[in-house]
Protein backbone atom coordinates (compact mmCIF):
# COMPACT_ATOMS: atom_id res chain seq x y z
CA UNK A 1 0.00 0.00 0.00
CA UNK A 2 1.22 3.31 -0.91
CA UNK A 3 1.08 6.70 1.02
CA UNK A 4 -1.65 8.45 0.43
CA UNK A 5 0.37 11.27 -0.71
CA UNK A 6 2.64 8.82 -2.85
CA UNK A 7 -1.02 8.10 -4.69
CA UNK A 8 -1.80 11.62 -5.02
CA UNK A 9 1.92 12.27 -6.35
CA UNK A 10 0.88 9.58 -9.02
CA UNK A 11 -2.57 11.41 -10.28
CA UNK A 12 -0.64 14.96 -10.46
CA UNK A 13 1.97 13.30 -12.53
CA UNK A 14 -0.75 11.90 -15.11
CA UNK A 15 -2.77 15.08 -14.59
CA UNK A 16 0.47 17.07 -15.98
CA UNK A 17 1.13 14.82 -18.59
CA UNK A 18 -2.41 14.96 -19.89
CA UNK A 19 -2.82 18.26 -19.89
CA UNK A 20 0.96 19.85 -20.85
CA UNK A 21 2.56 16.87 -22.68
CA UNK A 22 5.13 13.96 -22.12
CA UNK A 23 7.79 16.85 -21.27
CA UNK A 24 5.72 17.55 -17.42
CA UNK A 25 6.34 13.86 -16.53
CA UNK A 26 9.07 15.14 -13.92
CA UNK A 27 7.29 17.97 -12.79
CA UNK A 28 7.53 17.98 -9.11
CA UNK A 29 3.68 18.47 -8.16
CA UNK A 30 4.72 20.33 -4.96
CA UNK A 31 2.16 18.82 -3.36
CA UNK A 32 2.46 19.46 0.77
CA UNK A 33 -0.48 18.95 3.83
CA UNK A 34 -3.04 21.99 3.83
CA UNK A 35 -1.81 24.98 5.26
CA UNK A 36 -5.29 25.35 6.96
CA UNK A 37 -7.59 22.29 7.63
CA UNK A 38 -10.38 24.52 6.30
CA UNK A 39 -9.06 24.20 2.68
CA UNK A 40 -8.96 20.57 2.61
CA UNK A 41 -6.07 17.70 3.95
CA UNK A 42 -3.48 18.35 0.80
CA UNK A 43 -2.67 21.23 -1.98
CA UNK A 44 -0.56 21.13 -4.92
CA UNK A 45 1.16 24.19 -5.38
CA UNK A 46 2.33 23.36 -9.35
CA UNK A 47 0.78 25.71 -10.88
CA UNK A 48 2.34 28.60 -9.56
CA UNK A 49 5.55 26.93 -10.42
CA UNK A 50 4.95 26.37 -14.10
CA UNK A 51 4.00 30.07 -15.40
CA UNK A 52 7.17 30.82 -17.04
CA UNK A 53 6.91 27.12 -18.30
CA UNK A 54 3.45 26.77 -19.57
CA UNK A 55 3.22 30.83 -19.82
CA UNK A 56 -0.24 31.25 -18.81
CA UNK A 57 -1.30 32.81 -15.20
CA UNK A 58 -1.25 29.69 -12.79
CA UNK A 59 -4.87 30.16 -11.62
CA UNK A 60 -5.68 29.03 -15.66
CA UNK A 61 -2.88 26.24 -15.20
CA UNK A 62 -4.64 25.13 -11.83
CA UNK A 63 -8.05 25.13 -13.89
CA UNK A 64 -6.21 23.31 -17.25
CA UNK A 65 -4.78 20.41 -14.73
CA UNK A 66 -7.64 19.85 -12.29
CA UNK A 67 -10.30 19.12 -15.73
CA UNK A 68 -7.56 16.03 -16.68
CA UNK A 69 -6.77 15.59 -12.53
CA UNK A 70 -8.68 11.90 -11.62
CA UNK A 71 -8.38 11.70 -7.95
CA UNK A 72 -11.97 10.10 -7.65
CA UNK A 73 -10.99 7.03 -5.96
CA UNK A 74 -9.21 9.46 -3.21
CA UNK A 75 -11.35 12.79 -2.70
CA UNK A 76 -14.14 14.83 -2.96
CA UNK A 77 -13.62 17.08 -6.10
CA UNK A 78 -10.57 18.97 -6.39
CA UNK A 79 -11.52 23.36 -5.62
CA UNK A 80 -8.47 25.91 -6.61
CA UNK A 81 -8.44 28.39 -4.11
CA UNK A 82 -6.16 31.89 -4.08
CA UNK A 83 -4.05 32.05 -7.11
CA UNK A 84 -3.99 29.00 -8.45
CA UNK A 85 -3.56 25.97 -5.14
CA UNK A 86 -5.27 23.21 -5.74
CA UNK A 87 -6.78 22.06 -2.99
CA UNK A 88 -7.52 18.40 -2.22
CA UNK A 89 -9.65 16.62 0.77
CA UNK A 90 -9.77 13.00 1.29
CA UNK A 91 -13.23 11.36 1.08
CA UNK A 92 -14.47 9.31 4.09
CA UNK A 93 -14.81 6.25 1.51
CA UNK A 94 -11.18 6.08 0.71
CA UNK A 95 -10.29 7.09 4.47
CA UNK A 96 -12.43 3.73 5.73
CA UNK A 97 -11.29 1.37 2.49
CA UNK A 98 -7.42 2.12 3.92
CA UNK A 99 -8.02 2.01 7.61
CA UNK A 100 -9.29 -1.32 7.19
CA UNK A 101 -6.50 -2.36 4.98
CA UNK A 102 -3.93 -1.03 7.87
CA UNK A 103 -6.52 -3.38 10.50
CA UNK A 104 -4.85 -6.07 9.00
CA UNK A 105 -0.96 -5.53 8.44
CA UNK A 106 1.71 -5.50 11.01
CA UNK A 107 3.51 -2.46 9.06
CA UNK A 108 0.40 -0.54 9.47
CA UNK A 109 0.23 0.30 6.14
CA UNK A 110 4.38 1.34 5.73
CA UNK A 111 5.36 -0.36 2.92
CA UNK A 112 9.10 -1.35 2.73
CA UNK A 113 11.09 1.33 0.39
CA UNK A 114 11.47 0.48 -2.97
CA UNK A 115 15.09 0.55 -3.36
CA UNK A 116 17.00 -0.69 0.03
CA UNK A 117 20.55 0.91 0.31
CA UNK A 118 23.02 -0.52 2.53
CA UNK A 119 23.41 2.10 5.16
CA UNK A 120 26.42 2.03 8.18
CA UNK A 121 24.62 3.96 11.34
CA UNK A 122 28.12 5.34 12.95
CA UNK A 123 27.78 4.12 16.62
CA UNK A 124 28.31 6.04 20.35
CA UNK A 125 31.86 5.96 19.96
CA UNK A 126 33.19 7.32 23.61
CA UNK A 127 36.77 7.16 24.25
CA UNK A 128 37.33 3.73 26.06
CA UNK A 129 39.28 3.93 29.21
CA UNK A 130 37.40 6.84 29.70
CA UNK A 131 33.96 6.92 31.55
CA UNK A 132 30.83 7.35 29.37
CA UNK A 133 29.24 10.67 29.88
CA UNK A 134 25.51 12.39 29.27
CA UNK A 135 28.06 13.73 25.88
CA UNK A 136 27.49 9.87 24.77
CA UNK A 137 23.66 9.49 25.55
CA UNK A 138 22.45 11.80 22.61
CA UNK A 139 24.88 9.83 20.16
CA UNK A 140 23.54 6.27 21.35
CA UNK A 141 19.69 7.63 21.21
CA UNK A 142 19.86 9.53 18.07
CA UNK A 143 21.75 6.45 16.07
CA UNK A 144 19.44 4.06 17.46
CA UNK A 145 16.48 5.57 16.92
CA UNK A 146 17.74 6.47 13.40
CA UNK A 147 19.00 3.14 12.87
CA UNK A 148 15.66 1.30 13.92
CA UNK A 149 13.57 3.67 11.52
CA UNK A 150 15.74 3.09 8.72
CA UNK A 151 15.76 -0.97 9.37
CA UNK A 152 12.12 -0.53 9.71
CA UNK A 153 11.45 0.93 6.46
CA UNK A 154 13.91 -2.00 4.93
CA UNK A 155 16.88 -0.58 4.46
CA UNK A 156 20.08 -2.94 5.24
CA UNK A 157 21.54 -1.34 8.04
CA UNK A 158 24.87 -2.27 10.19
CA UNK A 159 25.47 -0.35 13.23
CA UNK A 160 29.24 -0.01 14.30
CA UNK A 161 30.89 1.50 17.20
CA UNK A 162 34.08 3.81 16.09
CA UNK A 163 35.53 3.69 19.60
CA UNK A 164 38.04 5.69 20.44
CA UNK A 165 40.45 2.72 21.50
CA UNK A 166 44.15 3.58 20.14
CA UNK A 167 46.77 5.98 21.13
CA UNK A 168 48.53 8.05 23.20
CA UNK A 169 45.65 7.75 26.36
CA UNK A 170 45.90 4.19 26.43
CA UNK A 171 49.86 4.85 26.44
CA UNK A 172 49.87 6.24 29.56
CA UNK A 173 47.47 4.10 31.21
CA UNK A 174 49.09 1.10 30.59
CA UNK A 175 52.14 2.57 31.56
CA UNK A 176 50.54 3.31 35.01
CA UNK A 177 49.01 -0.11 35.12
CA UNK A 178 52.58 -1.32 34.60
CA UNK A 179 53.84 1.00 37.62
CA UNK A 180 51.47 1.02 40.36
CA UNK A 181 48.87 -1.74 39.80
CA UNK A 182 50.36 -4.67 38.02
CA UNK A 183 47.64 -6.76 39.41
CA UNK A 184 45.05 -4.89 37.56
CA UNK A 185 46.60 -6.36 34.39
CA UNK A 186 46.60 -9.67 35.05
CA UNK A 187 42.77 -10.37 36.24
CA UNK A 188 39.92 -7.71 35.44
CA UNK A 189 37.78 -9.82 37.88
CA UNK A 190 37.33 -7.34 40.60
CA UNK A 191 37.11 -4.08 38.55
CA UNK A 192 35.31 -1.98 37.21
CA UNK A 193 34.84 0.96 34.89
CA UNK A 194 34.60 3.63 38.05
CA UNK A 195 38.41 2.06 38.80
CA UNK A 196 39.52 2.70 34.85
CA UNK A 197 38.38 6.12 34.94
CA UNK A 198 40.57 6.54 38.53
CA UNK A 199 43.15 5.12 36.83
CA UNK A 200 43.21 7.08 33.34
CA UNK A 201 42.78 10.45 36.07
CA UNK A 202 46.30 9.46 37.78
CA UNK A 203 47.88 8.70 35.04
CA UNK A 204 46.64 12.20 32.71
CA UNK A 205 48.35 13.69 36.90
CA UNK A 206 51.30 11.59 36.20
CA UNK A 207 52.16 12.68 32.47
CA UNK A 208 51.08 16.11 33.20
CA UNK A 209 53.85 16.08 36.19
CA UNK A 210 56.60 13.51 35.54
CA UNK A 211 58.69 13.95 32.53
CA UNK A 212 59.90 10.06 33.05
CA UNK A 213 56.94 8.58 33.01
CA UNK A 214 55.74 10.92 29.87
CA UNK A 215 59.00 8.65 28.25
CA UNK A 216 56.94 5.32 29.77
CA UNK A 217 53.59 6.58 28.25
CA UNK A 218 55.25 7.06 24.64
CA UNK A 219 56.98 3.69 25.07
CA UNK A 220 54.20 1.98 25.15
CA UNK A 221 52.06 3.32 22.90
CA UNK A 222 55.57 2.70 20.47
CA UNK A 223 55.14 -1.45 21.67
CA UNK A 224 51.62 -1.56 21.57
CA UNK A 225 51.99 -0.07 17.78
CA UNK A 226 54.61 -2.36 17.19
CA UNK A 227 52.41 -5.45 18.04
CA UNK A 228 54.26 -6.10 21.07
CA UNK A 229 53.06 -9.61 22.92
CA UNK A 230 52.23 -7.87 26.57
CA UNK A 231 51.10 -4.90 25.65
CA UNK A 232 49.09 -5.56 23.57
CA UNK A 233 47.19 -7.89 26.41
CA UNK A 234 47.02 -4.98 28.61
CA UNK A 235 45.04 -2.89 25.93
CA UNK A 236 42.67 -5.95 25.47
CA UNK A 237 42.40 -6.07 29.22
CA UNK A 238 41.57 -2.62 29.35
CA UNK A 239 39.13 -2.43 26.57
CA UNK A 240 37.27 -5.35 27.06
CA UNK A 241 36.60 -4.22 30.92
CA UNK A 242 35.43 -0.50 29.55
CA UNK A 243 32.82 -2.67 26.99
CA UNK A 244 31.69 -4.74 29.27
CA UNK A 245 30.47 -1.54 31.43
CA UNK A 246 29.44 0.49 28.05
CA UNK A 247 27.35 -2.82 27.33
CA UNK A 248 25.57 -2.57 30.80
CA UNK A 249 24.89 1.11 30.05
CA UNK A 250 23.66 0.06 26.61
CA UNK A 251 21.63 -2.45 27.84
CA UNK A 252 19.75 -0.74 30.49
CA UNK A 253 18.81 2.17 27.75
CA UNK A 254 17.10 -0.56 25.37
CA UNK A 255 19.82 0.33 22.66
CA UNK A 256 20.09 -2.65 19.99
CA UNK A 257 23.59 -4.21 19.87
CA UNK A 258 25.94 -3.18 17.44
CA UNK A 259 29.48 -4.16 16.22
CA UNK A 260 32.31 -2.37 17.41
CA UNK A 261 34.95 -1.68 15.00
CA UNK A 262 36.77 1.12 17.01
CA UNK A 263 39.52 3.06 16.26
CA UNK A 264 42.28 0.19 16.32
CA UNK A 265 40.57 -2.09 13.32
CA UNK A 266 42.24 0.77 11.23
CA UNK A 267 45.30 0.83 12.19
CA UNK A 268 46.83 -1.57 9.71
CA UNK A 269 45.57 0.51 6.81
CA UNK A 270 46.76 4.25 8.09
CA UNK A 271 49.88 4.08 5.89
CA UNK A 272 48.39 2.92 2.59
CA UNK A 273 45.95 5.59 2.78
CA UNK A 274 48.36 7.88 3.61
CA UNK A 275 50.38 6.59 0.57
CA UNK A 276 47.12 6.63 -1.60
CA UNK A 277 46.69 10.81 -0.10
CA UNK A 278 50.20 10.59 -1.96
CA UNK A 279 49.74 9.20 -4.83
CA UNK A 280 46.51 10.75 -5.81
CA UNK A 281 48.72 14.19 -5.31
CA UNK A 282 46.71 15.14 -2.22
CA UNK A 283 49.36 15.51 0.03
CA UNK A 284 51.94 18.12 0.95
CA UNK A 285 54.66 18.31 3.51
CA UNK A 286 53.87 21.30 6.09
CA UNK A 287 56.71 21.55 8.66
CA UNK A 288 57.48 18.62 8.75
CA UNK A 289 53.63 16.94 8.59
CA UNK A 290 52.05 15.28 5.39
CA UNK A 291 48.96 17.21 5.31
CA UNK A 292 45.94 17.97 2.72
CA UNK A 293 44.89 21.39 2.05
CA UNK A 294 41.43 21.94 2.33
CA UNK A 295 38.87 23.64 0.31
CA UNK A 296 37.08 26.49 1.61
CA UNK A 297 38.66 26.67 4.97
CA UNK A 298 41.88 29.56 5.36
CA UNK A 299 43.43 30.74 8.00
CA UNK A 300 43.82 34.57 9.43
CA UNK A 301 45.78 35.31 6.64
CA UNK A 302 43.32 33.57 4.01
CA UNK A 303 45.65 30.61 3.72
CA UNK A 304 44.20 27.45 3.03
CA UNK A 305 44.41 25.07 6.13
CA UNK A 306 45.55 22.03 6.43
CA UNK A 307 44.28 18.43 7.50
CA UNK A 308 47.30 16.58 9.09
CA UNK A 309 47.24 13.00 8.08
CA UNK A 310 49.96 11.98 9.42
CA UNK A 311 51.96 14.18 12.59
CA UNK A 312 55.82 15.26 12.47
CA UNK A 313 56.54 12.53 14.95
CA UNK A 314 55.06 9.51 12.23
CA UNK A 315 52.31 8.90 13.84
CA UNK A 316 48.44 9.45 12.53
CA UNK A 317 45.41 11.12 13.86
CA UNK A 318 41.85 10.81 14.66
CA UNK A 319 41.33 12.23 11.03
CA UNK A 320 43.60 9.67 9.32
CA UNK A 321 41.80 6.92 11.33
CA UNK A 322 37.95 8.32 10.06
CA UNK A 323 39.62 8.34 6.70
CA UNK A 324 40.25 4.69 6.72
CA UNK A 325 37.04 4.09 7.89
CA UNK A 326 35.56 5.94 4.63
CA UNK A 327 37.45 3.77 2.81
CA UNK A 328 37.07 0.77 4.59
CA UNK A 329 33.07 1.09 4.44
CA UNK A 330 33.05 2.19 0.45
CA UNK A 331 35.31 -0.95 -0.48
CA UNK A 332 34.91 -3.51 1.84
CA UNK A 333 31.44 -2.44 3.41
CA UNK A 334 30.26 -1.36 -0.01
CA UNK A 335 27.86 0.99 1.71
CA UNK A 336 25.81 3.51 -0.09
CA UNK A 337 24.73 5.60 3.12
CA UNK A 338 26.91 6.11 6.13
CA UNK A 339 25.25 8.84 9.10
CA UNK A 340 27.40 9.78 11.84
CA UNK A 341 25.41 10.73 14.79
CA UNK A 342 28.07 13.09 16.77
CA UNK A 343 27.85 16.15 18.44
CA UNK A 344 28.16 19.41 16.71
CA UNK A 345 31.55 20.75 18.24
CA UNK A 346 32.65 18.39 15.15
CA UNK A 347 30.93 19.46 12.48
CA UNK A 348 33.99 20.64 11.02
CA UNK A 349 35.90 17.28 11.82
CA UNK A 350 33.13 15.81 9.19
CA UNK A 351 33.29 18.34 6.33
CA UNK A 352 37.04 18.05 6.07
CA UNK A 353 37.03 14.08 6.23
CA UNK A 354 34.08 14.08 3.82
CA UNK A 355 36.08 16.44 1.31
CA UNK A 356 39.33 14.40 1.56
CA UNK A 357 37.25 11.25 0.94
CA UNK A 358 35.10 12.89 -1.66
CA UNK A 359 38.90 14.51 -3.46
CA UNK A 360 40.40 11.00 -3.05
CA UNK A 361 37.68 9.40 -4.86
CA UNK A 362 36.43 6.82 -2.42
CA UNK A 363 32.79 8.66 -1.87
CA UNK A 364 31.23 9.38 -4.95
CA UNK A 365 28.30 11.54 -6.18
CA UNK A 366 26.19 7.74 -5.52
CA UNK A 367 26.88 7.68 -1.86
CA UNK A 368 25.43 9.91 0.70
CA UNK A 369 28.18 10.81 3.98
CA UNK A 370 26.11 12.63 6.53
CA UNK A 371 27.23 14.07 10.05
CA UNK A 372 23.93 14.46 12.07
CA UNK A 373 25.21 16.78 14.85
CA UNK A 374 23.49 17.62 17.56
CA UNK A 375 23.40 20.05 20.54
CA UNK A 376 24.55 19.96 24.42
CA UNK A 377 22.21 18.75 27.45
CA UNK A 378 22.19 21.73 29.84
CA UNK A 379 21.80 22.26 33.46
CA UNK A 380 19.26 23.79 35.05
CA UNK A 381 21.05 27.01 35.01
CA UNK A 382 21.25 26.86 31.37
CA UNK A 383 25.32 25.46 31.24
CA UNK A 384 26.75 22.35 29.65
CA UNK A 385 25.49 19.51 32.37
CA UNK A 386 28.46 18.88 35.20
CA UNK A 387 28.97 17.44 38.24
CA UNK A 388 29.27 19.50 41.57
CA UNK A 389 32.98 18.95 40.92
CA UNK A 390 32.86 20.47 37.18
CA UNK A 391 33.16 16.72 35.84
CA UNK A 392 30.78 15.73 32.95
CA UNK A 393 28.00 13.45 34.60
CA UNK A 394 28.41 10.08 33.75
CA UNK A 395 25.94 8.69 31.64
CA UNK A 396 24.94 6.25 34.35
CA UNK A 397 23.97 8.26 37.19
CA UNK A 398 21.83 10.22 35.04
CA UNK A 399 19.10 7.20 34.55
CA UNK A 400 19.26 5.91 37.75
CA UNK A 401 18.47 9.35 38.74
CA UNK A 402 15.39 9.05 35.74
CA UNK A 403 14.78 6.19 37.05
CA UNK A 404 14.64 7.10 40.90
CA UNK A 405 12.25 10.06 39.55
CA UNK A 406 9.91 8.08 38.39
CA UNK A 407 9.34 5.51 40.77
CA UNK A 408 8.66 8.41 43.18
CA UNK A 409 5.90 9.63 40.98
CA UNK A 410 4.74 6.01 40.55
CA UNK A 411 4.22 5.29 44.43
CA UNK A 412 2.70 9.24 45.06
CA UNK A 413 0.29 8.41 42.02
CA UNK A 414 -0.71 4.97 43.56
CA UNK A 415 -1.12 6.27 46.75
CA UNK A 416 -3.43 9.10 45.46
CA UNK A 417 -5.47 6.59 43.95
CA UNK A 418 -5.30 4.15 46.89
CA UNK A 419 -4.17 1.38 44.56
CA UNK A 420 -1.48 -1.77 46.15
CA UNK A 421 0.89 -2.89 43.27
CA UNK A 422 3.80 -5.57 43.50
CA UNK A 423 6.95 -4.34 44.08
CA UNK A 424 7.55 -6.03 40.93
CA UNK A 425 5.25 -4.14 38.83
CA UNK A 426 7.11 -0.83 40.31
CA UNK A 427 10.53 -1.71 39.45
CA UNK A 428 9.53 -2.61 36.34
CA UNK A 429 7.03 0.33 35.52
CA UNK A 430 9.95 3.18 37.34
CA UNK A 431 12.45 1.56 35.01
CA UNK A 432 10.53 1.81 32.08
CA UNK A 433 9.36 5.11 32.43
CA UNK A 434 12.32 6.77 33.85
CA UNK A 435 14.46 5.55 30.81
CA UNK A 436 11.60 6.25 28.23
CA UNK A 437 11.40 9.76 29.58
CA UNK A 438 15.34 10.42 29.31
CA UNK A 439 14.98 8.90 25.63
CA UNK A 440 11.82 10.88 24.64
CA UNK A 441 12.71 14.02 25.99
CA UNK A 442 16.02 14.53 23.48
CA UNK A 443 14.65 13.03 20.70
CA UNK A 444 11.53 15.32 20.76
CA UNK A 445 13.90 17.96 20.53
CA UNK A 446 15.05 19.08 17.13
CA UNK A 447 18.88 17.41 17.41
CA UNK A 448 20.53 20.06 16.54
CA UNK A 449 19.35 22.52 19.20
CA UNK A 450 20.63 22.44 23.20
CA UNK A 451 17.86 21.40 25.52
CA UNK A 452 17.83 21.61 29.75
CA UNK A 453 17.64 18.21 31.32
CA UNK A 454 14.89 18.50 33.63
CA UNK A 455 13.56 15.36 35.09
CA UNK A 456 10.30 17.09 36.20
CA UNK A 457 9.65 17.82 32.85
CA UNK A 458 10.53 14.76 31.20
CA UNK A 459 8.35 12.86 33.65
CA UNK A 460 5.21 15.18 33.64
CA UNK A 461 1.94 12.89 32.89
CA UNK A 462 0.88 16.00 30.77
CA UNK A 463 2.56 17.53 27.43
CA UNK A 464 5.29 15.93 24.62
CA UNK A 465 6.85 13.07 26.99
CA UNK A 466 7.15 9.64 27.19
CA UNK A 467 4.33 9.01 30.09
CA UNK A 468 1.83 10.91 28.11
CA UNK A 469 2.67 9.03 24.88
CA UNK A 470 2.74 5.49 26.76
CA UNK A 471 -0.25 6.46 29.05
CA UNK A 472 -2.12 7.16 25.67
CA UNK A 473 -0.98 3.40 25.34
CA UNK A 474 -2.23 2.06 28.78
CA UNK A 475 -5.91 4.09 28.25
CA UNK A 476 -6.66 2.34 25.10
CA UNK A 477 -5.60 -1.09 27.08
CA UNK A 478 -8.25 -0.05 29.65
CA UNK A 479 -10.65 0.14 27.64
CA UNK A 480 -10.40 -3.23 26.11
CA UNK A 481 -10.06 -4.77 29.55
CA UNK A 482 -13.32 -3.05 30.53
CA UNK A 483 -15.19 -4.21 28.10
CA UNK A 484 -12.90 -7.57 27.75
CA UNK A 485 -13.00 -6.81 24.20
CA UNK A 486 -10.31 -8.80 21.88
CA UNK A 487 -9.03 -6.87 19.44
CA UNK A 488 -7.45 -8.95 16.97
CA UNK A 489 -11.23 -10.91 17.07
CA UNK A 490 -13.52 -8.11 16.21
CA UNK A 491 -15.58 -10.38 13.66
CA UNK A 492 -14.97 -10.68 9.51
CA UNK A 493 -17.41 -8.08 8.91
CA UNK A 494 -16.02 -5.29 11.48
CA UNK A 495 -16.03 -1.98 9.53
CA UNK A 496 -14.59 1.20 10.10
CA UNK A 497 -17.38 3.85 9.64
CA UNK A 498 -16.25 7.73 10.03
CA UNK A 499 -18.81 10.04 10.65
CA UNK A 500 -17.86 12.18 13.29
CA UNK A 501 -15.41 15.36 13.16
CA UNK A 502 -12.94 13.88 15.74
CA UNK A 503 -13.25 10.49 14.20
CA UNK A 504 -12.26 11.59 10.75
CA UNK A 505 -9.49 13.96 12.14
CA UNK A 506 -7.85 10.70 13.69
CA UNK A 507 -8.41 8.45 10.79
CA UNK A 508 -6.43 10.71 8.25
CA UNK A 509 -3.66 11.16 10.94
CA UNK A 510 -3.56 7.07 11.72
CA UNK A 511 -2.69 7.09 7.99
CA UNK A 512 -0.06 9.50 7.34
CA UNK A 513 2.79 7.57 9.43
CA UNK A 514 4.22 6.31 6.29
CA UNK A 515 4.27 10.07 4.96
CA UNK A 516 6.34 11.40 8.58
CA UNK A 517 8.91 7.99 8.17
CA UNK A 518 9.67 8.81 4.90
CA UNK A 519 10.77 12.57 5.97
CA UNK A 520 12.04 11.13 8.73
CA UNK A 521 14.50 8.47 6.41
CA UNK A 522 15.25 11.83 4.77
CA UNK A 523 16.24 14.76 7.47
CA UNK A 524 17.04 12.29 10.18
CA UNK A 525 14.90 13.93 12.24
CA UNK A 526 13.78 12.20 14.70
CA UNK A 527 11.53 15.11 16.50
CA UNK A 528 9.32 14.27 13.59
CA UNK A 529 8.26 11.30 14.98
CA UNK A 530 7.76 12.18 18.41
CA UNK A 531 5.18 15.34 17.01
CA UNK A 532 3.34 13.05 15.27
CA UNK A 533 2.57 10.79 18.00
CA UNK A 534 2.26 13.53 20.19
CA UNK A 535 -0.34 14.91 18.32
CA UNK A 536 -1.79 11.08 17.62
CA UNK A 537 -2.72 11.39 21.00
CA UNK A 538 -4.04 14.43 21.22
CA UNK A 539 -6.11 13.38 18.36
CA UNK A 540 -7.13 9.77 19.67
CA UNK A 541 -7.88 12.09 23.18
CA UNK A 542 -10.22 14.16 21.49
CA UNK A 543 -12.11 11.54 19.83
CA UNK A 544 -12.26 9.34 23.07
CA UNK A 545 -13.72 12.28 25.43
CA UNK A 546 -16.30 13.18 22.07
CA UNK A 547 -17.63 9.06 21.23
CA UNK A 548 -18.47 6.91 23.59
CA UNK A 549 -17.08 3.32 22.48
CA UNK A 550 -18.29 0.84 24.59
CA UNK A 551 -21.40 2.77 25.50
CA UNK A 552 -22.10 3.16 21.46
CA UNK A 553 -24.24 1.03 19.35
CA UNK A 554 -23.21 -1.17 16.65
CA UNK A 555 -22.26 -0.28 13.69
CA UNK A 556 -20.06 2.74 15.42
CA UNK A 557 -19.33 0.60 18.70
CA UNK A 558 -16.87 -1.57 16.71
CA UNK A 559 -15.67 0.98 14.66
CA UNK A 560 -14.61 2.77 17.22
CA UNK A 561 -13.28 0.15 18.54
CA UNK A 562 -11.16 -0.86 15.57
CA UNK A 563 -9.71 3.30 15.81
CA UNK A 564 -8.74 2.32 19.20
CA UNK A 565 -6.86 -0.52 18.55
CA UNK A 566 -5.36 1.36 15.27
CA UNK A 567 -4.04 4.27 17.73
CA UNK A 568 -2.70 2.01 20.28
CA UNK A 569 -0.91 0.06 17.21
CA UNK A 570 0.33 3.17 15.76
CA UNK A 571 1.73 4.37 19.02
CA UNK A 572 3.19 1.25 20.25
CA UNK A 573 4.97 0.70 16.58
CA UNK A 574 6.15 4.26 16.58
CA UNK A 575 7.66 4.44 20.11
CA UNK A 576 9.47 0.94 19.20
CA UNK A 577 11.30 2.79 16.28
CA UNK A 578 12.14 5.69 19.01
CA UNK A 579 13.60 2.43 21.07
CA UNK A 580 10.52 3.34 23.94
CA UNK A 581 8.68 0.05 24.59
CA UNK A 582 5.07 -0.10 26.19
CA UNK A 583 3.27 -0.77 29.71
CA UNK A 584 0.00 -2.71 29.55
CA UNK A 585 -0.56 -0.69 32.53
CA UNK A 586 1.37 2.20 34.67
N1 LIG B 1 35.29 8.87 19.95
C1 LIG B 1 34.72 10.10 19.52
C2 LIG B 1 34.33 10.96 20.73
O1 LIG B 1 34.03 10.44 21.79
C3 LIG B 1 33.50 9.93 18.66
C4 LIG B 1 33.71 9.15 17.40
C5 LIG B 1 32.64 9.42 16.39
N2 LIG B 1 32.77 8.65 15.18
C6 LIG B 1 33.65 8.84 14.23
N3 LIG B 1 33.64 8.04 13.18
N4 LIG B 1 34.50 9.83 14.27
O2 LIG B 1 34.30 12.16 20.59
Same mark, same amino acid.
Given at each position: ???????????????????? $??????????????????????????????????????????????????????????????????????????????????? %???????????????????????????????????????????????????????????????????? =????????????????? /?????????????????? %???????????????????? +??????????????????????? #???? @???????? @?????????? /?????????????????????????????? $?????????????????????????????????????? #????????????????? @?????????? =?? %????????????????????? @?????????????????????????? /??????????????????????????????????????????????? $?????? =????????????????????????????????????????????????????????????????????????????????????????????????????????? +???????????? =?
Amino acid at each position: MNSTIAQLKICLAQALVATF $GDDYANVDPILVPASNPKFGDYQANVAMSLTKKVGKPPRAIAEQLVQNLDVSDLCHPPTIAGPGFINLTLKPEYLQAELQAMQ %FDPRLGVAPVESPQRVIVDYPSPNIAKEMHVGHLRSAIIGDCIARILAFVGHDVQRISHVGDWGTPFG =MLIAHLRLSYPEALTST /ENLDLGDLSTFYRQAKQR %FDADAEFREAARLSVVQLQA +GDVETLRAWKIVCELSSRSYRAT #YDLM @GILSFIER @GESFYNPFLP /EVVAELQQLGLLVEDSGAQCVFLEGFTNKD $GKPLPLIVKKTDGGYNYATTDLAAIRYRVQVDRVQRVI #YPVGSEQINHFIQIFQV @GRRAGWITDE =ME %FVHTPFGLILGDDGQKLKTRS @GDAVPLKELLDGAIAHARQDLEKRLQ /EEGRQESADFIDHVAQVVGISAVKYADLSQNRTSNYIFSYGKMLALQ $GNTAPY =MIYAYVRVQGISRKGQIDFENLGADAKIVLQEETELVLAKHLLQLGEVLDLVTQDLLPNRLCQYLFELSQKFNQFYDRCPVLQAEEPDRTSRLMLCDLTARTLKL +GLSLLGIPVLER =M
